[in-house]
């Protein structure tokens, strides 16, 4: 069984066990189950349900496996010819979960 949902303003499409790696969901630890309700199509088989724009009833639930840091970003700016430049670095926090059970 197969379900593309809507999570943080990203559409993936996922399966029972898959693992991914999203924006932090908050207040969550690790161990934490968590529960989405915008699901946009659901594929069973030959069973294909869509949503206008939600299916109905559906959901997958889902397991935080670790809350972490994700690798560094660095943002280079430069002027040319005026002798500046500034260099940061960002680290966006992350949940890393696995997909339990879809529902629908």
Known sequence: MK???QTQGK???VEEGDILK?????????????EISDVLAVI???N???GNPLVE???VTAKVL?????????VFK?????????????????SVIQIESIKG
């Not at 908050?26 to 161990?31: H, R, V």
């Not at 430069?78 to 992350?94: A, F, L």
Request: no cysteine; charged share 40%; proline share 0%.
């Open 78 to 94: 430069k002027k040319r010819r005026q002798g500046w430049k500034r260099r940061k670095g960002h680290r966006q926090e992350i």
């Open 44 to 46: 069973d088989g030959e």
């Open 22 to 34: 999203l924006n932090r969901f908050t207040e969550t630890d690790a161990g934490a189950t968590v």
């Open 3 to 5: 379900a593309t949902i």
């Open 57 to 59: 009833g559906a959901s």
């Open 66 to 74: 670790e809350n972490k840091k994700d690798k560094k970003v660095i």
């Open 48 to 50: 294909v349900k869509f």
């Open 11 to 13: 559409q993936v499409t």
